[in-house]
């Protein structure tokens, strides 16, 4: 089976930095993904790990282990825009390109 | 480039109903992923398509069925429908089954069974 867990909710100021922590167990494991998702609308694609390490891409940031089924999201300069859900997926080779997400973890971004 | 769509926006339905849902992916993708997002969860695996064929599939009952057509859009049907169906259902299409890495998602519709 699958099991994806990351906190509910987080809290942060803008400006500040703030990191998202997802652990998964999967068989199979094809890669891992960060979506986000504004209230309300679909999500979009932030991150991509298939292998090892840190991936960057301007103010946000994706680190996978995959000998610890464990992976965070960095995002750096906090701004307004980014309160949203934050939703962790892996994907598993039997399941073709079909993620599964976890519940996700709710940002609130204050001034 | 047109991303994908889907049809209606918003769905009012009483239970026993059935109702179907459209799709619309990408220009030149032939992989169709539907997903089922209840308020406050992720989204949830229902099955995907590939080439017109039933690739993979979450844990759903029967009732979820899905299509998908030459021109790679797709439908999702759901019979008998129940009050826990009240969800975003979104579509993703992707342009391969394997290779590609990323899912693009629609916009969605919202189911509200009543």
């Known amino acids: 089976g699958q099991n994806i867990d990351q906190p509910t909710e987080m809290t942060a100021t803008e400006g500040a930095i703030v990191q998202i922590n997802c652990t998964y167990q999967?068989?199979?494991?094809?890669?891992l993904f960060w979506y986000q998702q504004h209230a309300g609308e679909a999500p979009t694609f932030l991150s991509y790990?298939?292998?090892?390490g840190l991936e960057e891409k301007g103010r946000f940031s994706s680190f996978l282990s995959r000998s610890k089924g464990y992976s965070y999201l960095l995002l750096k300069e906090l701004q307004m825009k980014d309160s949203a859900s934050y939703l962790c997926?892996?994907?598993?080779?039997?399941?073709?390109?079909?993620?599964?997400f976890g519940k996700g973890t709710t940002l609130s971004v204050s001034s | 480039e047109t991303g994908v769509t889907q049809s209606p926006t918003h769905l009012i339905k009483t239970r026993g109903q059935q109702v179907t849902l459209r799709c619309s992916s990408q220009?030149?993708?032939?992989?169709v992923s539907w997903y089922q997002q209840a308020l406050g969860q992720g989204p949830q695996f229902i099955f995907q398509?590939?080439?017109?064929?039933?690739?993979g599939r979450g844990n759903f009952p029967p009732r979820f069925s899905g299509l998908q057509f030459p021109n790679y859009s797709s439908e999702l049907n759901v019979n008998a429908l129940e009050l826990d169906d009240s969800a975003l259902y979104l579509c993703?299409?992707?342009?391969?089954?394997?290779?590609?890495?990323?899912?693009?998602f629609g916009p969605g519709t919202r189911l509200t069974v009543t």
């Open positions: 997926a892996v994907r598993a080779w039997q399941a073709g390109t079909a993620l599964i």
């Open positions: 398509y590939y080439r017109e064929e039933e690739n």
């Open positions: 790990n298939v292998l090892d």
């Open positions: 220009s030149g993708h032939n992989t």
């Open positions: 993703a299409s992707s342009p391969d089954r394997v290779s590609s890495y990323e899912q693009y």
């Open positions: 999967t068989s199979g494991f094809n890669g």
